[in-house]
C-alpha cells in the first residue's frame, strides 16, 4: 500500500432516513485506496456498496466518519476548496441508458464539465479536446454530434467514461459500470479501463457483485455485508485463502466458467436471505446464515482484525482455507 | 420434504429412464414487424430436449435467445409471428395450435419461469390462492385439497413455513422465496417441459446458488427436459449438459457443455470464452470481440458474425455457412470451424 | 417538424389547427374587419335575424343584438378580450407556476411544504368561487380579471412542473451532472426545465380554453371586463332575455366559445401524445 494514500474512509457511517426508522446502509467502514490502484468492492444487493460510492462522490452526506482525499477530511473543506477537489473524483454509473441526459449530444455531454469548471481546458481546445477523448475511449470523432439514444449500451457506456476523464480526475469509482453489458462488449470495457490506468494513472474504486470481473482488475478486494466489511486484502489472499465464512460461500456460489470440470465438486450453499438492515442481527450480522456462527457470534461482534491469515477479516473463528486452483 | 409422486395428481407414471424426446424444434423461424420493415429474429433455428436433461441457450442481449423461448409457449409477442418451422412437444406438433389449445397445454405439458417473479405473479393475491389456482383450475380440484396441494408443493421448493406462507402477497416474499413461488406454480401440473428465461439474473449470487440447486433437483426428482436460457456463461456451466450458442437469431454452436466449452468450434464460442475473467488462477488478460452485435433489421451478408471474426476471409462475406455436424450431436455453424478447433 | 410530418397529422389535427387559426386571425384583424363601437346604437336595426339588411344599407350576417349593434362586430371585439384575457393569464399563471414547481421540486423539503399545501388549499376551494371573489373586491377592468383568473390558475401549472421535476431530480444523469460539479442554478436550468416544459406546454394549451371559459363566466355574471368593452360572456347574458325572440344573440357567442375551447383541447390533446417518451422513441 502506497504511504499517503488517495481516498481514505474512516469509520464511515451513511444513514438513510425511512419514514419511522433509520437505516445505517453504511455501519462503520474503513477503506483506502492509493493513487494508480484499483480496490474492488465486492457484496450482494443492499450490502452498502452503492452508498459508498455516493457518499465518497457527494451525492449523500455521511452521518459519521470521514472522508478524506488526499488526507483531507471532504467535510470540513470550504465550499471553493471542495469544489475542486470533487473534480478529482468522478462516479461512473451501471445504467449507461439513464446517466446521460437524453437531450444533449456527445459534444456538449464532454463539455459541460469545461463549462462548469472554466480552467480545465481553454476554450479553443475543446474540438480537439473532444476529438481526442473520442478516441480514447475507442469512438469516432462524427460520434460528437450525436445523441446518447444513437448508441448501444457498451458505446454509451464508453462516452460516460469519456465524459469523466473531461475532468483529469484521480479517482473514478465504477458503480457495477459493467454490470448491464454484454460478455463481449464487457470485456471491451474492462480492457478500456485497464489501459487508461496505464496511461493516466487514475485509481479506481470498482464497485460489483461480479466477482470474476473484480478478480480480473482488482489490486485489492474488500467484501462487504449488510453496511460492514467482512475481509478485505490481497486480491490473490481474498480469491485463494479466504478466512471469512461469507467470502467462502460468495466463491463457492459464484458460477464461473469453468465450472463444468468439477461439476460435482462440494459447494458451500447458504440457506436464507440477506437480513433486512432496519434490523441487523445482534453480534455478527452474519451469523444468520453462517454455517460456522456459534453462540458467541450472537453476542460478540467480530472486530475486523488479522487474525493470522495475513489480512483483516470480521470472524472470530476465521480460518484460511485454500481455494484449489482449477486444473486446466 | 416427502417426495411428490405422479400418481397424487391422477397422472400416469411416465416410463422409467429411456430416454425420450420431449422437444423437438426444427427450423424455427420468428419475424418482428418493424417500420424499418421485418427484422428476423430467428433464423432456422433447431435442436431437441430429452428427458431428465438440461439444455442451455446462452447468448447475449438481441441474440433471439428469448424469443425462441416464447416461442415454445405459443407466447411469441404480438408483432412477432413464426414465420417457419416446426415446434413439436411430445410427438405433437403445436406450431398451429390455437389459443384455447395452447391454454391447455401449458403448464400441463410445457411450464416456463422468468427473470422477474414479481411482475409474473399477481400482486393483489395471495400466493397459496396462485399456485392452489392452477389445481382447480385444471384439475377442477376442491378448495380445501387445492389448498393442500399447495402447501405442498412451496415445501418441496424450499420455502420455509410453507403452511403460514400460504396466506401472504408477492410482496412479502424476498427474490429467491418468489422464484421458489414461480417454481412451483410451474411444476404443479407435473410438466414434461420446463423453459426457465434467465431465471437467476436478478439474484444475488448466494440466493442464486440455490435456486440453481433446486432447479437441477426437481430436474431429477420429476424427470423434467430443462430449457435454460441464459447469457451467463458461468450459469451455464454449472446447470446444463447440452449447450446452443446463439447469435445474430441463429444458433452457431451446439454440443455437450464439455465439448462447447473445452473445445470451442465456433469463433464466436471462443471469443465468448476468452472474454470472461476467471474466477480463479492468476488474473488473465481478457480478449474481447471487437465491435458491436448486428442489427438485424440490416445483417451482415453472408456469416452473421463475419465483420467481428477474426478469422472471416473473402467465403464469409459471400457464403452464409449451413450448420453441420462435427460429431454425434455436436454441430457448428462456420466454415472454418476446424481451425476453431485447433486454435482451442 | 417537417412538412413530412405534417401531412402525416390526423385530420382532426387539421381541423382543430384551423380552426385556432382562424379565431387568432379574426380576434386580430377583427377592428379592421367590422369595426366595434360600443356607443353606438342604432333603435331601429335592433334584433334583426341573420342576413338581414340594415338601415345603412351594410348586411349583419349575424344578426343584431338589442340596441341594434352589429353582432358580428361584436363576437370579433369579444374574441380579441377572451383572448387576451386568457393567453395573458395563462402566460403570468404558468411563470409563476413554473417558478413556484421548480421550487417545490427540485429542493423538496420545506419550500415544497409551503408551496404545495398553499396550492392544496387553494384546489380545496372552487376556483371560479376564487376568481368571482377576487374579481368582485377588485372591480371589473381587464387588468383585474386576469389579476383573479391567473391567482386561481397558478397551482395547475405549480403541481404539473413540480410533477416533472421531481421525476427528472433523482434520475441518473442529474446526479452524474451534480458529481461533475454542476451548481443547482445550472441543472435547474439545463436539467430540471427542459424535461418540465412538454408538460408545461399541454397544460397552457389547454388552460387557455378554460380561461376564455372562465372570462366568459365572470362577464355573464356582471364581473368580468368592464360594460364599455365587448366579452361573450355579457353579450350571452344581454342575450339570455331575448331567447325566445332572437335567438342568435345568445347563441352566436356561446357557439364561437364552444368552437374555440373544444378545438383548443384537441390541440392539447395532441401536444401530450407528441410529448408523450414513449412515442417519441419510436
Not at chain 1, 473520442?134 to 469512438?139: K, T
Request: include cysteine; proline fraction near 6%.
Amino acid at each position: 500500500m502506497p504511504d499517503e494514500p488517495l481516498l481514505e474512509l474512516v469509520d464511515l457511517v451513511t444513514t438513510y432516513r425511512l419514514r419511522r426508522a433509520e437505516v445505517h446502509a453504511v455501519a462503520g467502514v474503513s477503506l483506502s485506496v492509493g493513487a494508480g490502484e484499483t480496490v474492488g468492492l465486492v457484496g450482494e444487493s443492499g450490502c452498502g456498496k452503492s452508498t459508498i460510492a455516493r457518499t465518497i462522490v457527494g451525492l449523500v452526506k455521511p452521518s459519521a466518519g470521514q472522508v478524506l482525499f488526499e488526507g483531507r477530511d471532504l467535510a470540513t473543506l470550504p465550499a471553493r476548496e471542495l469544489r475542486r477537489l470533487r473534480q478529482e473524483i468522478q462516479l461512473v454509473f451501471q445504467d449507461p441508458y439513464a446517466s446521460l441526459n437524453p437531450r444533449m449530444t456527445v459534444a456538449a455531454l464532454l463539455k459541460e464539465a469545461w463549462r462548469i469548471h472554466p480552467g480545465i481546458v481553454p476554450r479553443r481546445d475543446w474540438d480537439a479536446e473532444v476529438r481526442d477523448l473520442l478516441a480514447r475511449v475507442g469512438l469516432r470523432p462524427e460520434h460528437a454530434d450525436r445523441y446518447p439514444h444513437q448508441f448501444s449500451g457498451g458505446q454509451r457506456q464508453r462516452i460516460s467514461i469519456a465524459r469523466a476523464l473531461t475532468v483529469r480526475p484521480r479517482l473514478i469509482v465504477c458503480d457495477e459500470a459493467v454490470s448491464a453489458l454484454d460478455v463481449s462488449v464487457r470485456a471491451q470495457i474492462l480492457n478500456l479501463l485497464q489501459e487508461l490506468q496505464r496511461d493516466l494513472g487514475v485509481a479506481y474504486l470498482f464497485i460489483s457483485h461480479d466477482l470474476g470481473v473484480v478478480h480480473h482488475l482488482c489490486d485489492r478486494v474488500a467484501v462487504m455485508y449488510l453496511g460492514k466489511i467482512a475481509e478485505i486484502g490481497p486480491k490473490a489472499e481474498i480469491y485463494q485463502r479466504p478466512a471469512h465464512p461469507y467470502t467462502q460461500a460468495l466463491l463457492s456460489a459464484a458460477p464461473a466458467v469453468d465450472d463444468w470440470r468439477d461439476v460435482d465438486r462440494a459447494e458451500i450453499v447458504l440457506t436464507g436471505d440477506v437480513p433486512s438492515p432496519l434490523a441487523p442481527p445482534s453480534g455478527c450480522r452474519f451469523r444468520t446464515r453462517c454455517f460456522k456462527a456459534e453462540d458467541r457470534c450472537a453476542t460478540e461482534e467480530p472486530a475486523l482484525l488479522d487474525r493470522g491469515g495475513g489480512h483483516p477479516v470480521a470472524c472470530h473463528f476465521a480460518n484460511s482455507t485454500t481455494v484449489p486452483a482449477t486444473p486446466h | 420434504m416427502t417426495e411428490r409422486s405422479p400418481q397424487a395428481y391422477g397422472q400416469p407414471p411416465r416410463d422409467g429412464g429411456l430416454l425420450t424426446r420431449l422437444l423437438e424444434v426444427d427450423g424455427l423461424a420468428v419475424e418482428f414487424d418493424t417500420r424499418k420493415g421485418p427484422l428476423r429474429a430467428v433464423r432456422g433455428v433447431s435442436f431437441h430436449v430429452e428427458a431428465c436433461e438440461t439444455l442451455a441457450i446462452v447468448g447475449e442481449s438481441g441474440s433471439g435467445k428469448s424469443v425462441t423461448a416464447q416461442a415454445l409457449l405459443g407466447l411469441v409477442p404480438s408483432r412477432a409471428r413464426i414465420t417457419a418451422g416446426s415446434i413439436a412437444i411430445e410427438g405433437r406438433d403445436v406450431t398451429g395450435l390455437s389459443d384455447a389449445e395452447w391454454r391447455e397445454l401449458r403448464g400441463e405439458r410445457i411450464a416456463m419461469i422468468f427473470q422477474d417473479p414479481l411482475s409474473a405473479l399477481n400482486p393483489s393475491l395471495t400466493v397459496g390462492y396462485q399456485i392452489a389456482e392452477m389445481f382447480r383450475r385444471h384439475r377442477g380440484t376442491g378448495r380445501a385439497q387445492a389448498r393442500r396441494y399447495a402447501a405442498e408443493l412451496m415445501a418441496q421448493v424450499g420455502i420455509p413455513d410453507a403452511a403460514r406462507r400460504l396466506d401472504d402477497h408477492p410482496h412479502r416474499f424476498s427474490g429467491g422465496m418468489r422464484q421458489r413461488v414461480m417454481i412451483a406454480m410451474a411444476l404443479a401440473l407435473d410438466p414434461v417441459l420446463l423453459v426457465a428465461d434467465e431465471p437467476t439474473t436478478a439474484l444475488d449470487v448466494t440466493v442464486q446458488a440455490q435456486i440453481l440447486r433446486l432447479l437441477r433437483q426437481r430436474r431429477e426428482a420429476d424427470r423434467l427436459g430443462m430449457i435454460i436460457i441464459s447469457h451467463d456463461l458461468g450459469v451455464v456451466a454449472r446447470v446444463a449438459d447440452r449447450v446452443a450458442v446463439m447469435y445474430a437469431g441463429q444458433i452457431v454452436e451446439t454440443g455437450t457443455v464439455p465439448e462447447v466449452y473445452g473445445r470451442p468450434a465456433h469463433p464466436y464460442t471462443l471469443g465468448l470464452m476468452r472474454a470472461v475473467p476467471a474466477l480463479r488462477g492468476t488474473g488473465s488478460t481478457l480478449t474481447a470481440i471487437e465491435g458491436q452485435p448486428p442489427d438485424l433489421a440490416e445483417p451482415p451478408t453472408g456469416c452473421s458474425f463475419h465483420p467481428r471474426c477474426p478469422l472471416a476471409r473473402e467465403r464469409c462475406r459471400e457464403e452464409a455457412p449451413e450448420p453441420r455436424e462435427l460429431s454425434h450431436g455436436r454441430a457448428v455453424t462456420c466454415h472454418f470451424a476446424e481451425e476453431v478447433l485447433d486454435d482451442a | 417538424m417537417t412538412l413530412d410530418t405534417i401531412t402525416r397529422l390526423p385530420l382532426r389535427a387539421h381541423l382543430a389547427f384551423g380552426t385556432v387559426l382562424l379565431f387568432v386571425a379574426a380576434g386580430v384583424l377583427g377592428p379592421l374587419l367590422a369595426p366595434f363601437d360600443p356607443t353606438r346604437t342604432s333603435p331601429q336595426d335592433r334584433l334583426s335575424p341573420p342576413g338581414s339588411t340594415l338601415s345603412d344599407g351594410t348586411t349583419a350576417w349575424l344578426g343584431t343584438d338589442q340596441v341594434g349593434q352589429d353582432l358580428l362586430a361584436e363576437v370579433l371585439a369579444g374574441m380579441r378580450t377572451s383572448l387576451t384575457v386568457a393567453v395573458v393569464t395563462v402566460l403570468i399563471g404558468g411563470g409563476v407556476g413554473l417558478l413556484l414547481g421548480l421550487l417545490a421540486g427540485y429542493f423538496g423539503g420545506w419550500s415544497d411544504g409551503i408551496i404545495s399545501r398553499v396550492g392544496d388549499i387553494q384546489l380545496a376551494f372552487p376556483s371560479l368561487l376564487l376568481a368571482i371573489l377576487l374579481a368582485g373586491v377588485l372591480g371589473p377592468s381587464m387588468v383585474n380579471v386576469i389579476i383573479a383568473l391567473a391567482v386561481t390558475r397558478w397551482v395547475i401549472f405549480a403541481r404539473v412542473v413540480r410533477g416533472s421535476a421531481l421525476a427528472v431530480r433523482d434520475r441518473e444523469f442529474v446526479h452524474s451532472a451534480r458529481v461533475m460539479g454542476a451548481s443547482p442554478a445550472r441543472i435547474m436550468l439545463y436539467y430540471i426545465l427542459p424535461s418540465c416544459l412538454p408538460p408545461l406546454l399541454v397544460a397552457a394549451t389547454v388552460q387557455v380554453g378554460l380561461t376564455m371559459v372562465a372570462e366568459a363566466s365572470l362577464s355573464f355574471l356582471g364581473l368580468g371586463v368592464p360594460t364599455t368593452q365587448a366579452s361573450w360572456g355579457s353579450t350571452i347574458a344581454q342575450g339570455r332575455d331575448y331567447l325566445a325572440s332572437a335567438w342568435w344573440i345568445a347563441a352566436v357567442p356561446g357557439l364561437a366559445l364552444a368552437l374555440v375551447v373544444v378545438a383548443i383541447g384537441i390541440l392539447g390533446d395532441l401536444l401530450r401524445d407528441a410529448s408523450d417518451p414513449m412515442t417519441e422513441l419510436s
